[in-house]
């Protein structure tokens, strides 16, 4: 498999008809200029020295030589190079709420985009563990199964929105049960969850279910996202604020961060409870109780990296400046001395 390390080096590409252009008018201002001293074979007679064709052969090699260090500049890579590493790290999954109340604007710009901005720096820090994703509302999603790709964790992480759930609700506990069955069982790595929620859970017993994650070994560590005060949850028509959701009564519904609700969950499993704010994410303070828990080395893995190919590209754009530069414009003595095609009597 071949790729480009920067592929938008490639549109350099799109000079060379324009240099192409270039040398081709030129030639024909050139051709015109010296039909002002006379006939062509007069002016090639009054200058026998000259190569008349050289130069188009030199713009030749001009023109390989830098379509070839275009080229090398986008580094070309290819995947054959093979290395087998020992991973040693955790399981970690990351639950995130996205009901309807993750849009509230008490942490700029919402609790959703902060927590999605938290996990974004939490995969660039990874090394060796190992990451998964689940979403949860009234219902839970597995968004990406756990993998030690973190460039599609990014991905995935990127199109989470509120409209990926139908069912509305927070049921913590279901997203808890189901990130248990996600788990792989069979590695033998430690475990742990990151709940990321507002907390207002409505549809299950979610300590209870903490309690059976630590039952089977697993820590549940929860992320608080708002603020006590809370603010007002916005409707959407087309992508732009239109209002705030309202009750019964018409009256603006305000969603509340339920700090009791994550402390007990995280107690209930032996994890750390930390509140998002608009500083930081609190995912660092969770990362550290992470990175102390006790990491075996698991099954060894074959990794393919990609090898860098642009030293070739440039080698050969080098050679052929220094074979354009000896190229002279002058016929050489010695050869025109040779006539081969003369006919001798």
């Not at 200029?33 to 030199?58: E, I, N, Q, T």
């Not at 955790?90 to 709420?97: G, K, Q, R, T």
């Not at 393919?304 to 414009?329: C, M, T």
């Amino acid at each position: 498999m071949i790729r480009f390390e920067h592929p938008a080096m490639l549109w350099a590409l799109a000079l060379l008809p324009v240099l192409l252009l270039v040398f081709l008018l030129y030639r024909r201002w050139r051709r015109k200029a010296l039909r002002g001293f006379g006939d062509d074979r007069l002016v090639k007679r009054m200058m026998p020295d000259v190569a008349f064709s050289r130069p188009g052969w030199k713009f030749s090699i001009y023109l390989l030589a830098v379509a070839s260090l275009i080229i090398g500049l986008a580094n070309p890579q290819v995947g054959t190079v093979a290395v087998e590493g020992e991973r040693k790290g955790a399981d970690l999954m990351i639950l995130l709420d996205v009901s309807n109340s993750m849009m509230a604007g008490d942490l700029p710009p919402n609790r959703l985009e902060n927590a999605k901005r938290g996990i974004s720096q939490l995969i660039d820090q990874l090394r060796s563990d190992r990451i998964g994703l689940i979403v949860f509302a009234g219902e839970s999603y597995v968004q990406l199964p756990i993998t030690s790709d973190y460039a599609a964790a990014k991905l995935f992480l990127n199109h989470i929105s509120t409209d990926m759930v139908p069912t509305q609700g927070t049921a913590v506990g279901a997203a808890i049960d189901m990130a248990m069955k996600t788990f792989d069982q069979v590695s033998g790595t430690s475990k742990a969850m990151i709940v990321m929620t507002d907390g207002e859970n409505h549809e299950d017993d979610a300590v209870a279910a903490a309690r059976r994650a630590q039952s089977a070994g697993v820590v549940v560590h929860v992320v608080g996202l708002g603020s006590p005060e809370g603010a007002p949850i916005p409707i959407f028509q087309q992508g732009n604020p239109v209002g705030f959701i309202k009750d019964e009564k018409g009256e603006t519904v305000v969603s509340k961060l339920n700090e009791s609700m994550c402390r007990e969950i995280a107690a209930a499993s032996g994890g750390i409870y930390v509140r998002a704010s608009t500083g930081g994410s609190g995912l660092d303070v969770v990362m550290d109780q992470v990175d102390k828990m006790e990491k075996k080395a698991v099954d060894t893995k074959l990794f393919k990296s990609y090898e860098d190919r642009f030293q070739l590209f440039v080698g050969f754009a080098l050679l052929l400046v220094l074979l354009e530069f000896f190229i002279s414009n002058r016929k050489s003595r010695k050869l025109s001395a040779l006539n081969l095609f003369e006919v001798t009597k």
